[in-house]
Each structure stands twice: as structure tokens, then as C-alpha cells.
């Protein structure tokens, strides 16, 4: 367990916005920070980051929390993995008691298979650096490639030894079970046998973006097996490779500083390149890029630049990959190397300075560098140039910006040396292939006419609970203004000299907080909604004992669900708006109305929507009562008190 004095300090030390920085592109607006949703596929901000409270707000999945609620969202951790992390980031030392075996047991199974590999990734690296045969074959290798000892210690390089289990019996050994090491792949199991997937090969450990352990890939030293000469990790519930980038985690921030990424194809290439200084560079592992791996550079830039080998099979892999860059709105440009180079061997040859300049030479944005070479290919052949513009305009039909599109056309109308209205004429001919595919997988088939009904239609109109949003308004105004002073007007029977009762205006100071907390204790009014009802309670007790409230501290107070619907309400401030809430009697703050109006209509809304259920419950019941005397005075009550509160109401909103 770890100690209370270090989850406060971790707490206490942890910056939200450069936690999240390490993971998402953040750009400041206002006293905010904005980016794209790592949670969803988005191209337009909808991120937001409070450094001010403390918390953030991902509008698109409606997720939402602290430092420590985003970790455990974004890369899954459990609480106490995701305070270690933010120690680690701080260095904070971790107070920590020994865990008991039924402590241990309880670990999740994911959690299980993250121990595991890492676990995996100690033996090999330590195999590496201290056994003979280690030293002797994989050190021999990884000098060969020119690595420096400090290089592999970074990317934490390792070997298994060429021996059948000499990984699976170590392991099992020190206790982890056969289950784990088999479900991540690191060892094989057939019938009562049980063996080394990585025997005898060189081991590139590769991580998340935070830096977890998530599988392997392995290369064999000796040619003369028939073996693959690369292989990774299987599929398993913490690796997808798909969804990975190797070297992700080393080139983060070195991307988000440069604004640009250089795409690679191998491990090798990834660590040659940031040993020799260039550390914006991360690579598909060899298998062909995907739409997750794009958007995972797309939160931390908007620039990618594709280095392929200077090969023809490079060239077609290069163009393979730019259409799926552009569909995730990114700007590409392509470097190819010289004839028989890749990343890997140019690196070695030549300094930082030398490989930038060659970089900024050479690398081209993707029209050009598609013209060049499809040109090439149809030189002469007018039908294979028809093929290569047709080509040529797939791609920018891919771009989602419609300036950055015509642009586009602009240029390749220069280089192609054919009209921009054919081009156009071509773009619109693919839109409209493009869209008619589209209608056919989504439209009903002709033998089933779609039709839509009234009723059908009417059912499809959103419809409000006033109940819940006013409760939220409630919970908004005590986040927002708790501890404001207010003067609060409100309306008092009295009676006058002739015995008349009439309604008259009396003025109070009171705290926000107060004017709610007293408010619903006099009508006995309790919350609906658990959440909000949990919510209320903790923030009315924090603010009687702190006599002020503080954002950040009362969110690291709460549990998860209750720490996201505090960043939702607290960042939504500025983002949500309700219409046409008047015809349903909700009045809600403009923003040229004071906070005590906001609160004053919202109790009083409140107020009056639950003696309004109350009546038309009352009203139900003497349809089922045949004694239903009592009943009707009751009602008459209560529409007198509904009269007064809309009196009340009717005179806040007129203020």
C-alpha cells in the first residue's frame, strides 16, 4: 500500500497539464489548454485542460478528471500504478508497505500481463548486459550496429539465450505464472511442454506512450536457421500492433517541441536516428500503418514526414502510407534516401547537422513527391499519365480541408500541366462515386420503403429531464460561485394594517453555498440524482469546513465517476447551452444576470417542478380514490404554493 503522506504529495506536485502534455498536444486558449480528444477519432479540439483547477474535460467521450483519472483512462492503470508514475515523473519517493499474497492476488489480469513482460524485459536486458553468451552474441550485435552502452540502456535492448526455456523456467521460478507468460505471447506452451518464443534472439522491448512494457520484438543472429528474422510479440489484451508506434515513448516531447515526426520503418532505424540526436522518430515495427498509429502522432502534431529507403519497394511503400495519412487531415512530406541507404545506415555515416540538412533538401510535400515519381513511370505513355493525375487526385480527395484540397489541385494542375477544371471535374467525379458506395451500404433496400411517421418522428426529439438539469445547476452554482457573497431578494408573506397578506421584498448577504444549503433544508428538498446527491453533500462539507473551495483539492477528495462530472460541469461553463428552456418553466443564467439570480430561479424552478410532480401525482389519485376529500384540499395547497413560486420566479426573471 502506499502511504497517504505520498499519494498528498503526489498530489500536491503534479501538474495536470504537463502530465497530459506528455501524451497530447496541448495549445493554449484563454487560461486553458486545448487539443484533440486522445480518446476519440476528432479533427477539430474539443480537449480542454484547466491548469487553474486542475482538471480536464474530453468533450467527445465525456470522460473527464485529474491527473490521476486520465492516466488511468489513458493507459489503464490502476490508482496506485498511476500515482507511481506521476512519483516517478516528480521524483517523489514511494512510501510503500508490503503487499500481502491476497493483495497480490487481487491484481487484475491485465495488470498481471503488464508484470509479466516487465518482468521479461528486466531478465533480457540483464541477460544482455551480464551473461557470457550474452555479451558475447548480442552484445557482439548491437556494437556491430554501432549502439553505445548508453544507448541500450535507454531503449532497454536485451537477449534471450539460445536455449528452449531458459526465459519460461526463470520466470516460472520467481513465481509468475505459466497462464501470463503464455497469454503474452513470451512463451509457447504444447501439451506438457513449454518453450521460449524469443529463444536466441536479440530483444527491443516495446512501449506505450507512457512508457509500460506492452510486448516485443526479436531479432535471430544466426542466418543459417529457417526462421523469421524478425518477430513480435502476438496479439494479446495489452498489445495491439496496430495500435502501437515503437519509439513513441522516447520521441514524445521531442516531437511536440519540433511540431513533426519522421515515420521509419524498423527498431534499428528508431534508435540510430535519436542516438545520433534526431529524437522526433518512431516506427510501424514493418507492419503497414494504420489509422490508430497516424492519430497517435495526430495528438502530438500535425507534420509528419515519411523516410523510406531510397529502393523502389520503398518508393510504393511511401505512397501506400500517404493516403491514410491525409484522410487523418496531416500535412506529409516524403524523404527518400540515396540508392541502398536506409535511416539506419545513413545515420551511422553522418552527423546530426549533415542528416537535418539532407532532410531539409530533400524532403518533399506529397504531390510532389508522387508526381516525381509517377511521372517517371509514364513517361510517354499518354494513358498511363491519365492514370497517374487520376491517381494523383485519389489523394487529395483524401484531404478533409477544402482550402488545403484546392491548393492541392492548384499544384498539381502546375506540375501535371493540365487544366484545373479537368482536375476538378475528376475530384467531383470521385466525391460522387465515393458518396454513391456510401449510400449503397446505408440506405434500405428498394423491396423495403423507409418511412417515417408522426409518432415515429416525435419520439425522436430529445427530450429534457428538466429534474436532472436542474440539480446539475444546483451542483454548477456551488463548483462556480460557492463561496460568493450575494445579496439575495426574496418575497415574505405579511399582512398588512386592512389584514390583507401581501408579498414583500426582503434583502439578505449571504454565501452562495448558504443560500442553497438553508434554501433546501426548509423545504425538506433532497436530491434525486445519487450522483449529484454524493456531489452536494461533499462539496456543502468541504466548503463549511474550508470556508472556500478549491477545485483541485476537492477532486483529488472524490472517486472517479464523481471527479469526471466535476470537470464536465466546472469545464462545460463556457461550452453548454440549453435552448428553449422556458417553455418547460427551467430558467436558466444569462450571462448578464447576476449569481444571485442564477441561483434564486434555479431553487425556485426546483421548487416548483416537484410541487408541480406532487400535484400531478395527487391528481392521479383521485381517479383511483372514491374518498378523495382530503386529497383535494391537498392539491389546493399546493397549487397555492405553486401560484406563490411562480410569483417569485416571475419577479427574478424580470429583475
Not at 536455449?163 to 519460461?168: I, R, S, V, Y
Not at 513533426?260 to 507492419?287: A, H, P
Not at 447576476?594 to 410541487?611: C, F, G, M, P
Request: aromatic share 10%.
Amino acid at each position: 500500500m502506499i502511504s497517504k503522506e505520498t499519494i498528498d504529495k503526489v498530489f500536491e506536485t503534479a501538474r495536470v497539464e504537463e502530465v497530459i502534455g506528455d501524451f497530447v498536444q496541448l495549445k493554449k486558449s484563454g487560461s486553458n489548454y486545448k487539443g484533440l480528444s486522445p480518446f476519440s477519432d476528432e479533427r477539430t479540439p474539443s480537449f480542454m485542460v484547466s491548469p487553474v483547477k486542475q482538471i480536464w474535460k474530453d468533450f467527445s467521450s465525456g470522460k473527464g478528471g485529474n491527473a490521476v483519472a486520465f492516466l488511468m483512462e489513458h493507459e489503464h492503470f490502476t490508482y496506485p500504478e498511476a500515482i507511481k508514475y506521476l512519483a516517478k515523473k516528480y521524483n517523489i519517493e514511494v512510501d510503500e508497505t508490503e503487499q500481502t499474497d491476497e493483495q497480490k492476488e487481487a491484481a487484475n489480469e491485465r495488470e498481471s500481463l503488464y508484470l509479466v513482460s516487465e518482468y521479461a524485459r528486466d531478465y533480457y536486458h540483464s541477460t544482455l548486459l551480464k551473461s557470457e553468451q550474452g555479451k558475447a552474441i548480442g552484445g557482439t550485435y548491437f556494437k556491430e550496429r554501432g549502439f553505445t552502452e548508453e544507448t541500450v540502456k535507454k531503449f532497454e535492448l536485451g537477449y534471450n539465450p539460445d536455449q528452449w526455456d531458459a526465459f519460461t523456467s526463470e520466470a516460472l521460478r520467481k513465481g509468475y505464472k505459466l497462464e501470463f507468460l503464455q497469454k503474452t505471447g513470451l512463451s509457447i506452451v504444447k501439451e506438457e511442454r513449454q518453450f521460449d518464443r524469443f529463444k536466441g534472439r536479440v530483444m527491443f522491448p516495446i512501449h506505450s506512450m507512457s512508457g509500460r512494457v506492452l510486448g516485443f520484438g526479436g531479432r535471430i543472429l544466426d542466418s543459417s536457421k529457417k526462421a523469421a528474422k524478425y518477430l513480435n510479440s502476438p496479439e494479446s489484451d495489452i498489445y495491439h500492433k496496430s495500435k502501437v508506434l515503437y519509439g513513441i515513448y522516447y520521441a514524445k516531447k521531442a516531437i511536440a517541441k519540433e511540431d513533426n515526426c519522421f515515420l521509419v520503418e524498423g527498431y534499428t532505424d528508431v534508435i540510430q536516428m535519436y542516438q545520433t540526436g534526431i529524437e522526433n522518430v518512431v516506427s510501424s515495427s514493418g507492419t503497414a500503418l494504420t489509422p490508430e498509429q497516424i492519430r497517435l502522432i495526430n495528438r502530438l502534431t500535425k507534420n509528419i514526414t515519411v523516410l523510406f529507403d531510397g529502393d523502389a519497394a520503398g518508393q510504393r511503400a511511401a505512397i501506400r502510407g500517404i493516403d491514410l495519412i491525409l484522410e487523418q487531415g496531416m500535412n506529409v512530406k516524403v524523404c527518400s534516401f540515396p540508392e541502398g541507404e536506409d535511416p539506419d545506415s545513413f545515420s551511422r555515416k553522418h552527423s546530426q547537422e549533415e542528416i537535418r540538412s539532407y532532410f531539409s533538401e530533400n524532403a518533399k510535400d506529397f504531390i510532389q513527391y508522387k508526381a516525381n515519381l509517377l511521372v517517371e513511370e509514364a513517361a510517354g505513355d499518354p494513358v498511363k499519365k491519365a492514370g497517374t493525375v487520376r491517381d494523383m487526385v485519389e489523394s487529395i480527395s483524401k484531404i478533409p480541408d477544402t482550402i488545403k484540397r484546392e491548393i492541392y489541385i492548384q499544384e498539381c494542375s502546375r506540375i501535371m500541366e493540365i487544366s484545373e477544371d479537368v482536375l476538378y471535374n475528376t475530384l467531383a467525379q470521385i466525391f460522387n462515386k465515393n458518396k454513391k458506395e456510401a449510400g449503397k451500404k446505408s440506405k434500405p433496400s428498394s423491396s423495403e420503403p423507409f418511412t417515417v411517421v408522426p409518432n415515429e418522428l416525435a419520439s425522436s426529439v430529445e427530450k429534457v429531464d428538466v429534474l436532472y438539469e436542474l440539480e446539475k445547476k444546483l451542483i454548477e452554482a456551488l463548483l462556480l460561485y460557492g463561496n460568493v457573497e450575494e445579496e439575495f431578494e426574496d418575497l415574505v408573506l405579511k399582512e398588512t394594517e386592512e389584514g390583507v397578506l401581501e408579498l414583500e421584498p426582503i434583502v439578505q448577504k449571504a454565501k452562495v453555498f448558504e443560500k442553497i444549503y438553508l434554501d433546501l433544508q426548509d423545504d425538506e428538498v433532497a436530491f434525486t440524482n445519487n450522483l449529484f446527491k454524493s456531489l452536494y453533500s461533499k462539496i456543502i462539507n468541504h466548503l463549511h469546513k474550508e470556508n472556500e473551495l478549491k477545485i483541485k483539492n476537492l477532486v483529488n477528495e472524490l472517486d472517479p465517476e464523481e471527479s469526471s462530472e466535476i470537470s464536465n460541469i466546472v469545464l462545460n461553463d463556457e461550452k453548454y447551452l440549453l435552448h428553449r428552456w422556458e417553455t418547460k418553466e427551467v430558467y436558466v443564467k444569462q450571462k448578464d444576470k447576476s449569481v444571485a439570480q442564477l441561483v434564486t430561479e434555479t431553487v425556485l424552478s426546483l421548487r416548483k417542478y416537484l410541487i408541480t410532480q406532487k400535484i400531478e401525482e395527487l391528481s392521479q389519485q383521485t381517479k383511483e380514490s372514491t374518498s378523495n376529500k382530503d386529497i383535494l384540499l391537498d392539491i389546493l395547497d399546493y397549487q397555492s404554493l405553486n401560484t406563490l413560486l411562480g410569483t417569485k420566479l416571475g419577479r427574478v426573471l424580470s429583475v
